[in-house]
């Protein structure tokens, strides 16, 4: 049971992350404050900076838990997917999200 949650923590990781930021960004859409942030950037722009790290830096942290003797599966088949299943959830997250950053449908 616990060789089934380290293959798909990362993916399940993923799908929230996934859901949160893309509903962060239709919020702030729809808000559409306008007021501008830090360095000319608009609080909307770093908020959604901010919860695209975050979500970057927990898939690789879960990366690297994946990869720790202690909290690693053992050696075998359960080990290599779950490995694999902890790559795919951090490029997945790199790939989903990054448009949200480098594109916006708000008009900023």
């Not at 808000?31 to 000319?40: C, E, T, V």
């Not at 779950?82 to 997250?93: D, E, F, I, Q």
Request: proline share 5%; hydrophobic share 55%; charged share 5%.
């Amino acid at each position: 049971m616990k060789d089934l949650l380290r293959i798909l923590v990362s993916p399940v990781v993923w799908l929230a992350s996934f859901s949160a930021i893309y509903a962060l960004h239709g919020l702030i859409c729809q808000l559409d404050p306008g007021a501008s942030g830090l360095l000319g950037v608009s609080w909307s722009r770093i908020t959604l900076i901010a919860a695209f790290v975050l979500a970057v830096l927990v898939q690789a942290g879960l990366l690297a838990l994946l990869y720790s003797p202690r909290f690693g599966a053992a050696p075998g088949f359960a080990r290599s997917v779950s490995r694999m299943s902890g790559w795919v959830g951090l490029v997945a997250t790199l790939w989903t999200l990054f448009p949200t950053l480098a594109v916006s449908s708000c008009g900023w």
